[in-house]
């Protein structure tokens, strides 16, 4: 008979082997003094083999230190079943190896072989038309299904055994882009299951399910799970379950999170002292990142700052929005500490509605506002512009000859030639000036809240992003150091917590808010918050009951108003405009009116709030501008309620510091000039910083 000792170190060790590798410390890859690494996307099964030692020597010439290969390459790997060819892949890490370049492997679940989509058709995703998709794109497989999984873990598994202790291998990247791309949903029988499965482990009795999915309404009673389909808008006469939609988008994104969890386990297995990531798209709601923070050593993202879709200034189609990638730098960052981009674009691209060339500059510019958010990596997509495919208009780092350096490769190489020379220069244990630290603010943001809120926008001219925007964008007017921050940090560790819209809440969040303010924060929270409960439900009380006590005011009533109507608001003599969505408030005794109404039939009732509570301050505005200029006054009032001093920085002007260094970056159309004290010393740039300049120096 076995000990107690032995039956429970047996115990230990079975978990042990069961359990999901977690990530590690992001200090154990990326060192402090290296600062930031760049590097380049390479398709050696695209390119003739003789042409791979010229291309690998050419990437180490621009000045790149490592290379990104594998991610589209399944049927390279794997060109019949079972039978698997890495011969090709090992020598371009070697190759790689005798010029110095570390390399990061992918997984490439991202494009199954054909011979595996025709043997099992069941794995390709059925969108919501009831369409199955066809082999021939990427994205097309549906990582719910187990059979797919299967052979996900297969060829995982023979990577990672003959790359797995390569010393030159520092990395793994899982999949691409996890998503389906225009169709983000499957509706597959395996989804179905999955979701229907999800549902009982949540509500555990199918009534729990129709009262918190408020099925008495239009008699959507459920007797069963296996009644429950996943809602597609697209077989509804009228508007689909609202609380069923947000719990498939919960499933949606914790199922993408599984199988990430599920192929770094896979790796782990078989890694040593490698870490691993995914890359995620750019503020694309429907996966959500922080439930992979443990499963990831660092969270990576795609930029692709130029394809069409910002077009404010003269030149912004040109640079790109800088306050929204720096939104994800500082969302990315907060996750599990260590965040990089693991796509950059480094030209023209195809895709996007106009492909606009991207303004001199505004390339090396990116890389540089990556380094000032505290990126530990830059990765180019991708070495070689394409000779054919989907992508022959996407600009590469060298043009179609192969050899000639693009624009934009020359602007990595000079990037690289910036860090380098910051390398020279850093200090280790700089601490941040004491001006830049008292501006600390915490985002608080939860992805769970945008879909509830794009869910039911209650008018047409609600913007989701616009909303969070016009507060992201006044901080880094002021030069304030933000997190994009979720609800599992602590908010004690910063002295401003900014919340807007946040319309899901509950009871212990309230009280988390209130003891912040209490304790001395200075919390600002806007229209919509706390609408609703977590299962989307109103409160049965007033309009926001949970927050009425903390913001010292009752809401009312709110209005929204047709486009083009504009209405008014005054602070003090300053008149706004607004037209999406405006609360009119009744404050309490104690509470201080800041903003009332010009117009309408409510003209002179109040649209914003502000009170002491303990030793911090609380304001609530009710209404948005229509420019964000009444955001950035309010905030700036808050500040200046702390005592803590603000800069007045143009919108698209970013300066941040990091590591003992200053970097400016200007997305505007106009020069600025970088606010540089006495005595500082200019490292790279001018004190004028150029449209798509960088200017960088050190105090």
């Given amino acids: 008979m076995k000990s107690k000792r032995s039956v429970l170190l047996a115990l230990v060790l079975i978990l042990s082997a069961s359990a999901p590798a977690l990530s590690q410390s992001s200090s154990q890859f990326f060192r402090e003094p290296d600062l930031m690494t760049i590097g380049v996307y390479y398709y050696p099964e695209a390119w003739d083999k003789g042409q791979w030692p010229r291309d690998i020597a050419n990437i180490k010439k621009l000045g790149m230190e490592f290379i990104h290969m594998g991610e589209f390459a399944w049927v390279f790997m794997e060109p019949k079943e079972g039978e698997f060819d890495l011969d090709w892949l090992a020598e371009n890490v070697e190759l790689a190896t005798k010029q110095g370049l570390k390399v990061i492997l992918c997984t490439p679940s991202a494009t199954p072989p054909v011979w595996l989509t025709k043997k099992h058709p069941e794995v390709l995703m059925i969108d919501a038309s009831g369409r199955r998709q066809k082999h021939g794109a990427r994205q097309h497989a549906c990582w719910s299904v187990d059979v797919y999984r299967k052979y996900v873990e297969r060829i995982n598994t023979e990577l990672a055994k003959r790359f797995g202790n390569n010393p030159n291998v520092v990395g793994w990247q899982i999949d691409n882009e996890l998503t389906h791309y225009g169709k983000p949903y499957c509706y597959c029988p395996h989804c179905q299951a999955k979701f229907r499965e999800w549902l009982k482990g949540k509500y555990g009795r199918v009534e729990n399910l129709n009262r918190d999915w408020g099925n008495a309404f239009w008699s959507q009673q459920y007797q069963n799970f296996e009644q429950i389909d996943i809602p597609n808008a697209q077989e509804f006469v009228a508007?689909?379950?609202?609380?069923?939609?947000?719990?498939?988008?919960?499933?949606?994104?914790?199922?993408?999170?599984?199988?990430?969890?599920?192929?770094?386990?896979?790796?782990?297995?078989?890694?040593?002292?490698?870490?691993?990531?995914?890359?995620?798209?750019?503020?694309?709601?429907?996966?959500?990142?922080?439930?992979?923070?443990?499963?990831?050593?660092?969270?990576?993202?795609?930029?692709?700052?130029?394809?069409?879709?910002?077009?404010?200034?003269?030149?912004?189609?040109?640079?790109?929005?800088?306050?929204?990638?720096?939104?994800?730098?500082?969302?990315?960052?907060?996750?599990?500490?260590?965040?990089?981009?693991?796509?950059?674009?480094?030209?023209?691209v195809n895709w996007g509605p106009v492909n606009a060339q991207p303004y001199p500059g505004a390339i090396r510019m990116w890389i540089m506002r990556a380094f000032a958010a505290g990126s530990k990596l830059v990765c180019t997509y991708r070495y070689r512009q394409p000779l054919f495919g989907n992508e022959q208009y996407h600009y590469g780092v060298v043009?179609?000859?192969?050899?000639?350096?693009?624009?934009?490769?020359?602007?990595?190489?000079?990037?690289?030639?910036?860090?380098?020379?910051?390398?020279?220069?850093?200090?280790?244990?700089?601490?941040?000036?004491?001006?830049?630290?008292?501006?600390?603010?915490?985002?608080?943001?939860?992805?769970?809240?945008?879909?509830?809120?794009?869910?039911?926008?209650?008018?047409?001219?609600?913007?989701?992003?616009?909303?969070?925007?016009?507060?992201?964008?006044?901080?880094?007017?002021?030069?304030?150091?933000?997190?994009?921050?979720?609800?599992?940090?602590?908010?004690?560790?910063?002295?401003?917590?900014?919340?807007?819209?946040?319309?899901?809440?509950?009871?212990?969040?309230?009280?988390?808010?209130?003891?912040?303010?209490?304790n001395g924060g200075h919390l600002v929270l806007s229209l919509r918050t706390a609408q609703k409960d977590r299962r989307g439900h109103?409160?049965?009380?007033?309009?926001?009951?949970?927050?009425?006590?903390?913001?010292?005011?009752?809401?009312?009533?709110?209005?929204?108003?047709?486009?083009?109507?504009?209405?008014?608001?005054?602070?003090?003599?300053?008149?706004?405009?607004?037209?999406?969505?405006?609360?009119?408030?009744?404050?309490?005794?104690?509470?201080?009116?800041?903003?009332?109404?010009?117009?309408?039939?409510?003209?002179?009732?109040?649209?914003?709030?502000?009170?002491?509570?303990?030793?911090?301050?609380?304001?609530?505005?009710?209404?948005?501008?229509?420019?964000?200029?009444?955001?950035?006054?309010?905030?700036?009032?808050?500040?200046?309620?702390?005592?803590?001093?603000?800069?007045?920085?143009?919108?698209?002007?970013?300066?941040?510091?990091?590591?003992?260094?200053?970097?400016?970056?200007?997305?505007?159309?106009?020069?600025?000039?970088?606010?540089?004290?006495?005595?500082?010393?200019?490292?790279?740039?001018?004190?004028?910083?150029?449209?798509?300049?960088?200017?960088?120096?050190?105090?």
């Fill in 538 to 699: 109103l409160w049965e009380g007033e309009y926001a009951a949970p927050i009425l006590d903390l913001i010292g005011a009752s809401v009312e009533s709110y209005d929204v108003l047709p486009d083009p109507l504009k209405g008014k608001a005054r602070a003090g003599q300053k008149v706004y405009e607004w037209g999406v969505w405006g609360e009119s408030l009744k404050p309490k005794p104690g509470t201080t009116t800041l903003v009332t109404y010009e117009d309408q039939f409510y003209a002179g009732n109040v649209a914003a709030v502000t009170r002491r509570m303990g030793r911090g301050t609380v304001t609530y505005v009710g209404v948005e501008s229509l420019t964000g200029e009444l955001e950035r006054d309010l905030l700036r009032r808050v500040f200046a309620s702390a005592n803590v001093g603000v800069e007045n920085y143009e919108d698209q002007f970013l300066v941040d510091w990091r590591d003992g260094f200053w970097v400016a970056t200007n997305f505007t159309s106009k020069k600025q000039v970088a606010p540089i004290l006495p005595g500082a010393k200019i490292l790279i740039g001018t004190r004028l910083v150029e449209p798509a300049g960088v200017t960088v120096w050190s105090e």
């Fill in 239 to 348: 508007l689909p379950n609202p609380h069923a939609i947000l719990d498939h988008q919960r499933w949606f994104a914790e199922e993408a999170a599984d199988y990430i969890r599920f192929q770094a386990s896979t790796l782990r297995k078989h890694a040593r002292n490698q870490w691993v990531t995914t890359n995620f798209i750019n503020r694309y709601p429907p996966v959500s990142p922080p439930l992979s923070g443990r499963d990831l050593d660092i969270i990576t993202w795609s930029l692709y700052p130029v394809a069409g879709f910002y077009q404010d200034g003269a030149e912004g189609f040109r640079m790109g929005d800088g306050a929204a990638m720096s939104w994800m730098h500082d969302y990315a960052r907060t996750i599990n500490g260590a965040q990089g981009v693991m796509e950059m674009q480094p030209g023209q």
């Fill in 399 to 518: 043009g179609t000859d192969g050899v000639t350096p693009s624009v934009g490769g020359r602007q990595f190489a000079q990037a690289m030639q910036d860090v380098q020379t910051l390398r020279k220069l850093y200090r280790p244990n700089s601490k941040a000036p004491a001006r830049y630290a008292a501006r600390r603010t915490a985002f608080l943001y939860n992805v769970e809240n945008q879909w509830n809120l794009d869910n039911h926008t209650q008018t047409t001219r609600w913007d989701t992003w616009g909303h969070l925007f016009k507060y992201y964008r006044a901080l880094k007017g002021f030069g304030a150091p933000v997190d994009v921050i979720t609800e599992d940090k602590d908010f004690a560790q910063y002295p401003f917590l900014v919340a807007p819209a946040y319309q899901l809440a509950d009871e212990k969040l309230v009280r988390r808010w209130t003891e912040y303010v209490e």
